[in-house]
């Protein structure tokens, strides 16, 4: 799948594994995906990104992921179905970190990389690479381009999509920024 990616495409996923390793994590996460994807400059990408205003608020992004990643991955939509049966997610935290440690709930960051000593992909990154393929074929695409990521990134269930979309950034308006209203024609990848 790996050769249909076009350069800016390959450049994301190498750009996600830069970030892994300077987080000093295990694994390239959906985040890492994302976080890649606001760093490229000059393409169709980086342009719709910055018409949804994503660019100027990179660090509320990076905020709320963060704030995910505290509460152990659960998404606020998680947290809100706990609240609504007695389960305050807040409190459990604050609890565990006062209890083990600021940070504990955001993941195992020792060193056991595979024997490429480069941090391998979590199936959720997996995932979202083949949703990008599957997007690309949708769109009747013979290539796995920056945009189709993005489009991914948006439709896999997770924190990712939805600190997205808590920042205006769901399926329809990625389409909408990166092919107008002429993207809503085509076939959405399931």
Known sequence: MFERFTKGARATVTGAV????????DSVTEEH?????LDQEGSRTSFAVAALGLTDRRSSVETALAEARRRGGLTKADAQALAGIGIDV???VARIEE???EGVLAGDRRNRRWWSGRPAFTSGAKSVLEKSLRVALGRRDRFIGE????LALTACPGVVADVLAEHGAT???VERALYGDGGQGRARAS
């Open 90 to 92: 807040t409190e459990i």
């Open 18 to 25: 830069t970030h892994a390793e300077r987080a000093g994590v």
């Open 147 to 150: 945009e189709h990521l993005l």
């Open 99 to 101: 209890a083990h440690g």
């Open 171 to 173: 399926y329809a308006t």
């Open 33 to 37: 995906l994302l976080l890649s994807l």
